[in-house]
């Protein structure tokens, strides 16, 4: 569930029945107030994440980043309607735990994983926040990192490729939230038992493992 950036609609995400009694994905924009009446609904063909975990909507965009089972879809709301933009494939190996914004960049954590992905929106692309935005939006590149141990390339439908990109550290506790600090600057991913703290380097797309802390 998120807020739009103007506090009137409340997105929601979950699940409607196909017409094989299969479960769709499907999100709704309805009125924040005491009805909560729906404005728009999007019924989504992508059966394969399963069920919506997390919905993140970009901090000053109406963007909005679901993650399911495995996969991300990044949808927008505009002119009263959503619009998927884009489905990026394979970026976890089971269902999404949690997600973050930090203006362009997505952090994503799943569930089953000791790591953390990162994708890079390009910024020149993103438009202002009152502007609308066109289906064809920037090629995504995830952030280089000191740490990371790997790179998985993939092309997903209609769109451009992009490429992802792992951070692994010395995991302490079970890799449950990850939220970043409001400059940016530090990353902190954690669950029971433990918190990691990463900082973001200042010359260049690089995160420095600081703390790992038990509870």
């Not at 394969?48 to 919905?55: A, K, R």
């Not at 202002?128 to 090629?139: D, G, H, L, R, Y």
């Not at 990850?178 to 029971?192: D, H, M, P, Q």
């Amino acid at each position: 569930m998120e807020v739009s950036g103007n506090g009137m609609m409340v997105y929601i995400a979950g699940t409607t029945s196909g017409p094989a009694n299969n479960k769709m994905p499907t999100i709704y924009a309805c009125q924040f107030n005491s009805t909560l009446k729906v404005m728009e609904r999007l019924i989504l063909e992508d059966v394969d994440i399963i069920f919506p975990v997390v919905l993140k909507r970009m901090p000053g965009y109406e963007y909005l980043a679901m993650g399911g089972s495995r996969h991300i879809l990044i949808i927008q709301f505009v002119g009263n309607h959503f619009v998927k933009l884009r489905r990026i494939d394979n970026v976890h190996q089971d269902f999404i735990g949690d997600m973050a914004w930090k203006q362009n960049i997505l952090y994503s954590k799943g569930l089953k994983e000791s790591m953390v992905k990162v994708i890079r929106f390009m910024p020149p692309l993103l438009p202002a926040p009152t502007q609308a935005v066109s289906q064809n939006v920037s090629m995504i590149n995830t952030t280089p990192t000191k740490l990371e141990s790997s790179t998985i390339t993939t092309t997903p439908k209609r769109y451009n490729n992009f490429t992802a990109n792992k951070i692994q550290f010395d995991v302490y506790g079970q890799l449950e939230k990850v939220t970043v600090s409001k400059n940016g600057k530090l990353l902190y991913v954690g669950g029971a038992n433990g918190v990691n703290l990463l900082k973001h380097e200042d010359n260049g797309d690089q995160y420095l493992q600081l703390k790992n802390e038990v509870d």
